[in-house]
């Protein structure tokens, strides 16, 4: 199958981003024909630094190969290289009804969230999602939970531009893993743990022993005592459950019977174990890379060539389908 999907150099990646999705793109590398991007022209729909920009999205492509993905077998690259995806977007601008968008969770969330910075790219986000995917004509999309409506859109529009113009686009899936599609902050586990909210409140890739221990440590938990998973009950200590079970290939039963009598410390001094001999590999690997720019953006440079092949194929067919000359 051809899977495409995207993250946005925006921060450090986190244990949600790497459960949810990083560990779905590593696995499918090895039978699919992946191509993975980093969405630079997404991350310009909330405030950020120029400046800091082009060291965040080698840092992004330094943080993924350390997480498993390579090169040699799924392509990388960054979205802004290639002028397609911002063209097919402004053609599925035409097709999409603003009502779809204006309902979209993340926009409405992110509108709260930036008050003062509701640009129409906020809102538009979807459409150029919808157009990396469709670019790619990707049948998979691997992603976290909060990313199914955005894909669910990107269906509606490869119908109605189906239905419109003439068949170009199948319908893709989104590829939701059933544990691990929303891991919760660490402060707070009615929420996702998200980039950019409070360091306390993420496990980044590769952060340090200390700094693990130190924010497993203050994780919030619930009343009583007892190690159980009860989402309703114990939304704390069942997201560290999950993260430990999803980390150690152990069931939750498992480890409520493995803690049984133990309590929330013990627990947790266990579970900030199992994460920093996990990450281990993940910071190696990471220092190493860090300091091999050259590779990074030699990567960068093949997986832009690769893409914008496949990028051009498409745009032909969607312009001729559309009447553009
Ligand atoms: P982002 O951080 O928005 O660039 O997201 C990159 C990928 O990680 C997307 O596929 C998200 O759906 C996924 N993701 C982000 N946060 C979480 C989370 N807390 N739990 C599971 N998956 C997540
Ligand atoms: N919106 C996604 C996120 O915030 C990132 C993304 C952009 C993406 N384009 C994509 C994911 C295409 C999958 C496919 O995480």
Known sequence: MKIFSGVQ??????????????????????????????????????PYDPKQLPAKIRETVVALIAAGLDPEKCIIFAQSQIKEHAELAWLLNTICPLGELERMTQYKDKSKKFKDNINVG??????????DILLYKAGGVPVGKDQEQHVELTRTLARKFNQKFGKVF????????????????????????????????????????????KKIMAAATDSGKDIKYNLTKKPGISNLLMIYSLLTGKTTQELEKEFAGKNYGEFKKSLAEVLVNYLEPFRKKQTEFAARDVYVQEILKQGATKAQKIAETTMREVKQKMGLI
């Open 9 to 46: 150099p925006t921060n450090q990646l986190h244990i949600g981003n790497y459960l949810g999705a990083i560990k779905q793109w590593v696995a499918l590398q090895e039978n699919n024909e992946c191509i993975y991007c980093i969405v630079d022209l997404h991350a310009l729909t909330i």
């Open 122 to 131: 906020l809102l538009d986000y979807p459409v150029l999602m919808a157009g």
């Open 170 to 213: 199948d319908e893709p899936k989104s590829l939701i893993l059933q544990e691990g599609a929303k891991i919760m902050s660490l402060m707070d586990p009615k929420k996702k743990m998200s980039k950019s909210d409070d360091a306390k409140s993420c496990i980044f890739l590769f952060d340090a022993p200390e700094a693990i221990t």
